[in-house]
Structures are given as structure tokens and as C-alpha cells.
């Protein structure tokens, strides 16, 4: 079972002079037989005719604090859905 937590929300002036919305989620994945459970993110991005796109990475890490601290980042420096899986494996792999 997955459970989503907003974390933050941000509104985005775009290049093209338009305002996205962006979701950040700390997602929660456990399962009866699996403990700890382990985190994960999903952004939600919703344009102004409310097309939405989502992004997720289940799975992180089994730290909460560790996973939040990601999610913050994401969130401070506007990353998008379009971008969230680069820019992961940049902060993940470096």
C-alpha cells in the first residue's frame, strides 16, 4: 500500500510567461511483510487548463528525514515532473 503526503505546493511563472502548480508528495510504501517501510516522492504538475503530470520514484530510501530532505530540495529549487527523474539520478548517483 502506498499513501501520498503533500509536503509543499509551489505556483511556477514559466519561459512562457504562464503559472504551473506543483505538488510535492512524500510517498509511504509498506506492505505486511515488509518493515521499515520505505519512501518515496511523486510531483504533480497542473498547467493552467489543469493538465496534470505526474512524476514518482517509489522506494528512495527507508528514511523519512532522508527522503523529506530530497523532497525540499526538489520543492526549493522549482524542480518539475518533466525533470524530477535527472534530477534525481544526479542527487541519488552523483
Do not use: Q
Request: aromatic share 8%; proline share 1%.
Amino acid at each position: 500500500m502506498i499513501s501520498y503526503t503533500l509536503k509543499h505546493s509551489k505556483k511556477i511563472l514559466t519561459e512562457a510567461k504562464s503559472y504551473i502548480t506543483v505538488d510535492y508528495y512524500l510517498t509511504e510504501e509498506f506492505t505486511v511483510s515488509e518493515r521499515p517501510c520505505s519512501y518515496g516522492i511523486r510531483l504533480d504538475t497542473k498547467t493552467a487548463d489543469d493538465i496534470v503530470e505526474c512524476c514518482k520514484r517509489n522506494s528512495i530510501s527507508r528514511s523519512k528525514v532522508k527522503t523529506s530532505d530530497i523532497l525540499r530540495k526538489l520543492a526549493k529549487y522549482n524542480v518539475t515532473s518533466a525533470s524530477l527523474e535527472g534530477i534525481l539520478d544526479d542527487m541519488l548517483f552523483k
